[in-house]
C-alpha cells in the first residue's frame, strides 16, 4: 500500500480472529429469537433480529478498536441504546384503544443487547440472554395467555326498565357473576334504562353472565 494512503486505513486483515467469533455468535444468537419471530409472523422476523444483533455487535467492537480509553469505548457503545430506541419505536402501533408491537420492541431491544455482550466478548453472558429470551418469548406467552382469560374485558350494554335501582341491579349481576366493573354509565331510553358497563374477569364467568342474561326477562343485551 502506499505510504499515503496507511493513515486512512487502520487495518486491512483480520489481525483479531476472536472479533470473527463474536459476529457469528452475535449471527447465531440473533438468528435463533429471529426465527421465534418469523415464525410467529411478527413485523421483525429473522432477518431483522439477526441484523439487529449483528450490528450492536460490530458497533461493540468498533468502540473497542477506535475508542481508544476505557471512557470513549463505553461512550461509543452507548449510542447503540439509543438508536436501537428508534427501531423499536418504530415497532409500536396504536390502534384505536390499544398498543401492539410492545413485545416485538422488546425483543429488538434484548436483541441488541445480546449483540453488545457478545461484541464485548461475553459469548456466555449472551448465550444466557439469548435463552432468556426464548423463554420470555415461549414459556411466558402461555402464562400471560393464562392470564389474559382470567383478566378478559368485554363491553355489555344492557337495557332494562326503568325502575327504582335499577342501575344498582345490573351491578349486583357483574358482582354475583364474579366479574368486575371497571367502567359503567347509563342513560335513559323511552321507558328503559340502558346501561353501558365495562368489566374484567374471566371468560367463563362472561359467558356464564351472558346466558344469564339473555334467559332474563328483566334484562336484554344490546351490541355494544
Given amino acids: ?8 486505513f487502520v487495518d486491512l486483515t483480520w ?19 429471529g426465527l421465534e419471530r418469523e415464525l410467529r ?7 431483522t433480529i439477526i441484523l439487529i444483533s449483528l450490528g450492536a455487535c460490530l ?9 481508544g480509553i476505557e471512557l470513549e469505548s463505553t461512550r461509543i457503545a452507548a449510542q447503540i441504546v439509543t438508536g436501537i ?35 464485548f466478548g461475553r459469548i456466555g453472558l449472551a448465550g444466557a440472554g439469548t435463552l432468556g ?12 395467555h393464562w392470564v389474559g382469560r382470567r383478566r378478559d374485558v368485554q363491553d355489555y350494554r344492557i337495557a332494562t326498565p326503568n325502575t327504582d335501582g335499577a342501575f344498582q341491579r345490573v ?11 371497571r367502567k359503567r354509565t347509563c342513560y335513559q331510553d323511552g321507558s328503559s334504562l340502558v346501561v353501558l358497563i365495562v368489566a374484567m374477569g374471566s371468560q367463563n ?4 353472565l351472558r346466558l344469564r342474561l339473555i334467559r332474563s326477562e328483566e334484562y336484554s343485551l344490546r351490541s355494544p
Fill in 41 to 47: 409472523d411478527k413485523p421483525a422476523g429473522f432477518r
Fill in 133 to 144: 429470551t426464548l423463554v420470555a418469548l415461549f414459556l411466558f406467552d402461555s402464562v400471560e
Fill in 1 to 8: 500500500m502506499p505510504t499515503w494512503l496507511q493513515p486512512y
Fill in 171 to 181: 351491578l349486583k349481576q357483574f358482582q354475583n357473576g364474579g366479574l368486575k366493573v
Fill in 85 to 119: 430506541g428508534f427501531l423499536g419505536a418504530g415497532a409500536i402501533i396504536h390502534q384505536h384503544l390499544s398498543i401492539v408491537g410492545l413485545t416485538t420492541a422488546s425483543t429488538i431491544w434484548a436483541a441488541a443487547a445480546i449483540g453488545m455482550a457478545a461484541g
Fill in 15 to 33: 489481525s483479531r480472529p476472536e472479533d470473527i467469533t463474536r459476529l457469528i455468535a452475535a449471527i447465531l444468537f440473533g438468528g435463533v429469537i
Fill in 205 to 208: 364467568n362472561h359467558e356464564a
Fill in 59 to 67: 458497533f461493540s467492537i468498533l468502540s473497542q478498536s477506535i475508542g
